[in-house]
Nanobody
Framework: QVHLVESGGGLVQAGGSLRLSCAAS????????MAWFRQAPGKEREFVAA????????SSADSVKGRFTISRDNAKNLVYLQMNSLKPDDTAVYYC???????????????????WGQGTQVTISS
């Protein structure tokens, strides 16, 4: 059974940094595209960043380009989201997701992802 567990969320001031982690279990992690999505109160879930199976290819939403970096460690079954220069608009629940079929890098749709974590709250104060 596949499990994804996010951690690393919290409350930080604008301009600060956080690193989210997602631990995967129940499968050979290196075989799957991974992504981060987020959902703010009253808004739809939106794509944040994705990473290819090898970790060579990445993509991110325009709203986080230059501030957020996605990476993975296939040996440890972990995917990370390094978030710098955080803004109040980044406040949301952040979800880790796994795609059962390989995905080309670009703006991802949540419907392309099969497994999801429970989410971790990120709150940025102004």
């Amino acid at each position: 059974q596949v499990h994804l567990v996010e951690s690393g969320g919290g409350l930080v001031q604008a301009g600060g940094s956080l690193r989210l982690s997602c631990a995967a279990s129940g499968l050979i992690f290196g075989g799957y595209t991974m992504a981060w999505f987020r959902q703010a109160p009253g808004k739809e879930r939106e794509f944040v960043a994705a990473i290819s199976r090898s970790g060579v290819g990445t993509s991110s939403a325009d709203s986080v380009k230059g501030r957020f970096t996605i990476s993975r460690d296939n040996a440890k079954n972990l995917v990370y989201l390094q978030m710098n220069s955080l803004k109040p608009d980044d406040t949301a629940v952040y979800y880790c997701a796994l795609a059962w079929t390989p995905q080309p890098m670009g703006v991802m749709r949540s419907t392309d992802f099969t497994f999801w974590g429970q989410g971790t709250q990120v709150t940025i104060s102004s």
